[in-house]
């Protein structure tokens, strides 16, 4: 069996037993969502945020990407594919709530720590090191301060978070949600390894949640 024909084996299982006892529920949401957070996540298989915020369907709103970046804005050339997840979630869906959430052992922060991709072409690292470039400054503070091993890693995965909350801010939309009360941002980093979650407080810290 292929991991396809799983896929489609674990299909049925849910049409079969979680569906049937959310069948209300999935008739509602066919009529649209209304979901009041939005999470931005990384696209690492380990790291789904359904799994770990243990929520249901039509309930969070996702866009995940290599390390949970959110670029700054800009209205040049290019596709800009968080941007228009984030201007759907907040101008159109209205949610309240944005959490950025980081993870440990992040292949796309370990990429930028180590720089191990720059020069690559494209088809060979070269679109993750030019998306992993956002966080050219932050490393090198980390590097300084941390160097370039687990120390360094956990820092930059916690400053790859605050990266993408700073450059939320710098869209027109957001800040003026925040600004007005109407919109709230979290920073959380999940560590794989223990399960624990962390989430930025207010002195630029990560706590136990």
């Known amino acids: 069996m292929t991991p396809f024909a799983d896929l489609i084996e674990g299909y049925y299982r849910f049409r079969g037993t ?15 969502q ?12 380990r790291v789904d945020p359904a799994t770990i915020f243990g929520t249901r369907p039509g309930e969070v709103f996702v866009v995940r990407n ?13 596709r800009h594919g968080v941007s228009a997840a984030l201007e759907f979630a907040v101008t159109k869906l209205g949610v309240e709530e944005i959490v950025v959430l980081g993870h440990g052992a992040c292949g796309g922060v370990q990429a930028a720590l180590s720089r191990s991709l720059e020069d690559a072409p494209p ?18 503070r980390v590097a300084a301060e941390h160097g370039t091993g687990a120390e ?47 989430v930025l407080d207010g002195s ?3 706590t136990p949640a």
């Open 18 to 32: 979680d569906w049937l006892a959310e069948r209300d529920r999935w008739q509602e949401l066919a009529g649209g």
């Open 34 to 45: 209304s979901p009041k957070v939005m999470v931005i996540a990384c696209s690492d298989s």
């Open 66 to 78: 290599v390390a949970a970046l959110v670029p700054p804005f800009e209205t040049g050339g290019g």
């Open 123 to 140: 088809g060979e690292g070269g679109f993750v090191a030019g998306w992993i470039a956002m966080l050219d400054a932050a490393r090198d």
């Open 152 to 198: 360094g890693q956990q820092a930059l995965e916690q400053e790859a978070v605050k990266v993408s909350i700073a450059n939320l801010m710098t869209f027109p939309f957001v800040r003026e949600r925040v600004d007005a009360g109407r919109l709230t941002i979290h920073g959380a980093v999940f560590a794989i390894a223990d399960g624990k979650l962390r």
């Open 204 to 206: 630029g810290g990560f």
